[in-house]
């Protein structure tokens, strides 16, 4: 059998990086870097990076919520999630954290789920997503504003949420490899083990 493709991490030698705008949330850098016998120049946006949240009740449903993303100019479904930005906190602590804050919920059982470069070409940012069931609420736990101040919640069959997905109706990536990363889990377990 052959070897199974897997990402291979390289170290480019950079010769220069310069900070070309320093944001709230995130950064842009331009490197110049050795690539083979070139020498190239790359500006990316250097992300935290991020944890998100499959939050799926006893019925099998997933729990959505829709926000205001500016860059889009829509009113997006996602699954809960948060930045990495509390310094040396895991990314499971991070998820569980958002899942409190944005839905007001905690979880019993949690497992990861996968992990997953969400725009190479443009930044370095890794969202790690974890699949959350038992989930029983934890009254108000945060205050929100901005964005997350009209967040809307809707709880749709996991099944319903990989068909808008398919049909191009959910088109958020996060969103998107979660319900079919969920699905295929519960499709490989056993119904009595959930």
């Known amino acids: 059998m052959a070897e199974q493709l897997r990402d291979e991490p390289v ?50 449903r997933v729990l959505l919520i829709q926000q205001y993303r500016h860059p889009i100019r829509h009113r997006d479904w996602e699954i809960p999630a948060g930045l990495l930005d509390v310094p040396g906190e895991p990314p499971a602590e991070t998820a569980r954290r958002e899942l409190a804050e944005e839905v007001d919920l905690v979880a019993e059982r949690w497992e990861n789920l996968v992990s997953v470069f969400t725009t190479p070409g443009g ?52 969103l998107a490899v979660g319900v079919l990363a969920a699905a295929e889990r519960l499709r490989r377990t056993d119904p009595n083990e959930r």
Not at 25 to 44: A, C, F, M, N, P
Not at 54 to 60: F, H, I, K, Q, Y
Request: glycine share 8%; hydrophobic share 45%.
């Open 11 to 60: 170290e480019a030698a950079v010769t220069d990086s310069d900070l070309v705008y320093e944001g709230r949330v995130w950064d842009v850098r331009s490197d110049t870097l050795r690539y083979g016998d070139e020498e190239i120049v790359r500006q990316y946006v250097a992300h935290p990076g991020a944890a998100a949240v499959v939050a799926l009740d006893d019925e099998d």
């Open 123 to 174: 930044n370095d940012e890794v969202v790690h997503v974890f699949l959350a069931r038992g989930l029983s609420a934890v009254g108000h736990a945060h205050a929100r504003e901005a964005e997350e101040a009209d967040i809307r919640i809707e709880w749709i069959p996991l099944a319903d949420a990989v068909e808008g997905v398919l049909a191009g109706r959910l088109r958020n990536g996060i």
